[in-house]
């Protein structure tokens, strides 16, 4: 049997992007909570990677074609990291007035 809490934080990022995306189409102006409550799904799902490689070694899922081990959750965690501080970065570089 397939252990899917294992994939857990994939379904967890999949569906927090498709609530951002229709909560952007319905909502006006809301660039700024959109990016606020994207800051918090990264960190969230940084958090689930890394509290799900706690107690498991290397675990092959869906006909060996995932691999769930100390470093692909690693790498995981590094790439979420990485995407929240082009986030924060980008976030001040917004608020910037350019000289014409």
Same mark, same amino acid.
């Given at each position: 049997?397939?252990?899917?809490?294992?994939?857990?934080?994939?379904? #967890?990022?999949?569906?927090?992007?498709?609530?951002?995306?229709?909560?952007?189409?319905?909502?006006?102006?809301?660039?700024?909570?959109?990016?606020?409550?994207?800051?918090?799904?990264?960190?969230?799902?940084?958090?689930?990677?890394?509290?799900?490689?706690?107690?498991?070694?290397?675990?092959?899922?869906?006909?060996?074609?995932?691999?769930?081990?100390?470093?692909?959750?690693?790498?995981?965690?590094?790439?979420?990291? !990485? !995407?929240?501080?082009?986030?924060?970065?980008?976030?001040?570089?917004?608020?910037?007035? #350019?000289?014409?």
């Amino acid at each position: 049997m397939i252990n899917l809490e294992l994939v857990f934080p994939e379904i #967890f990022l999949s569906l927090s992007i498709m609530f951002l995306l229709i909560l952007g189409v319905f909502k006006k102006n809301s660039s700024k909570l959109i990016q606020n409550i994207s800051l918090i799904v990264l960190l969230i799902t940084s958090v689930i990677t890394f509290n799900e490689t706690l107690g498991i070694e290397e675990t092959l899922l869906f006909n060996s074609s995932i691999i769930i081990d100390y470093l692909s959750s690693f790498m995981k965690i590094i790439t979420l990291l !990485a !995407a929240f501080l082009v986030l924060v970065i980008s976030s001040s570089d917004k608020n910037c007035e #350019f000289i014409n």
